[in-house]
């Protein structure tokens, strides 16, 4: 087409769903999910409001859209995804979709799960080293360590369920297929196969930064403010949108300057961390996540389509995302 843009001039990200890859282009997401009876459905949309406005351009601020966004297209591409990959028959041979409410009702029981276990657990064990009247700065180190080990190890952890480990796959056939849009080269499955697994705008990337960046301001904040236990455990929530807004500042800076030696050092832990959170993805993965990096391209007229992914067929009757 005479307006497409050329190879990498757009940015692209996403992330892994259940049984698929969903991408999100400039003004666009799509969502492309395996069947069980193996065929593709996909799904795409145009963006508005936050997701394209222009607070987006402005500095911190589009740190917390950000954060926003990702929880908000993640588990509409969840619902979408869950909705697919575990649809069945039932003995009139219709199918059964996968429950809204005890989908949603996981998510509620994920999110409470988060802020005990990465919240509040972290300064409940470090507190315990007032017993032995440890200095308060120790303390308030070593609920940053531990809130990161804790970070880690539950990854890893996870990491070794069969059905995350194809999570991580397909997060891994995700990264492949944008490496190989910016790096000019055709979606196919054989060209997706030279590109790392790894990507340097990944949101694992921005996990770690916040946990990190979270570390320092908690450090400077109860060394400033000492209020209790109670004022330190509801500081850590209400701090949340600054820390996510200062780590998406860093990990643009690391991603406009990643081909400078000293930058790229600095960012290996966040492409080491990857290896936890991304596995190397079989050909039917692949096939996916060009799926839905195919339903991004058409809705932006990036390029031709026919030419790109000729051999992908859509399901006409996919579901809505909710």
């Given at each position: 087409m005479s307006d497409a843009n050329p190879p990498g001039s757009l940015y692209y990200g996403g992330q892994a769903v259940l049984e698929g890859v969903m991408i999100r282009g400039p003004e666009h997401m799509?969502?492309?999910?395996?069947?069980?009876?193996?065929?593709?459905?996909?799904?795409?949309?145009?963006?508005?409001?936050?997701?394209?406005?222009?607070?987006?351009r402005i500095p911190l601020l589009r740190g917390m859209i950000v954060l926003w966004e990702t929880m908000s297209l993640g588990m509409r591409a969840l619902g979408f995804s869950s909705r697919v990959a575990f649809e069945e028959e039932d003995e009139s041979g219709k199918p059964v979709e996968f429950p809204e409410k005890v989908f949603w009702g996981t998510m509620v029981v994920a999110v409470l799960f988060v802020v005990g276990f990465f919240f509040a657990a972290p300064i409940l064990l470090a507190n315990l080293l007032?017993?032995?009247?440890?200095?308060?700065?120790?303390?308030?180190?070593?609920?940053?360590?531990?809130?990161?080990?804790?970070?880690?190890?539950?990854?890893?952890?996870?990491?070794?369920i069969g059905e995350i480990r194809r999570v991580f796959q397909y997060h891994g056939a995700e990264h492949m297929t944008i490496h190989a849009h910016e790096a000019g080269q055709p979606i196919t499955i054989e060209s997706i196969r030279r590109?790392?697994?790894?990507?340097?705008?990944?949101g694992?990337?921005?996990?770690?930064?916040?946990?990190?960046?979270?570390?320092?301001?908690?450090?400077?904040?109860?060394v400033l403010v000492d209020r209790g236990i109670l004022v330190r455990t509801l500081s850590r929530i209400v701090f949340m949108p600054v820390v996510a807004a200062i780590s998406y500042e860093i990990l643009r800076f690391g991603a406009r300057f990643g081909s400078n030696p000293i930058?790229?050092?600095?960012?290996?832990?966040?492409?080491?961390?990857?290896?936890?959170?991304?596995?190397?993805?079989?050909?039917?993965?692949?096939?996916?996540?060009?799926?839905?990096?195919?339903?991004?391209?058409?809705?932006?007229h990036e390029v031709p389509v026919a030419e790109l992914i000729p051999e992908i067929e859509a399901l006409e009757d996919a579901p809505p995302l909710p």
């Open positions: 799509a969502v492309a999910v395996r069947h069980p009876k193996g065929h593709i459905v996909q799904h795409s949309e145009k963006l508005g409001g936050l997701y394209t406005g222009r607070a987006r007032e017993l032995v009247d440890a200095n308060r700065l120790v303390i308030v180190a070593v609920e940053g360590v531990v809130r990161l080990a804790m970070f880690i190890g539950y990854i890893w952890v996870i990491g070794r590109f790392p697994k790894e990507h340097t705008r990944c694992t990337s921005f996990l770690l930064v916040v946990v990190l960046v979270a570390l320092l301001t908690f450090f400077v904040f109860d930058v790229k050092a600095m960012f290996l832990p966040n492409i080491g961390l990857q290896a936890l959170t991304t596995k190397v993805p079989d050909d039917s993965q692949i096939e996916v996540a060009m799926a839905s990096f195919q339903a991004v391209l058409e809705a932006t």
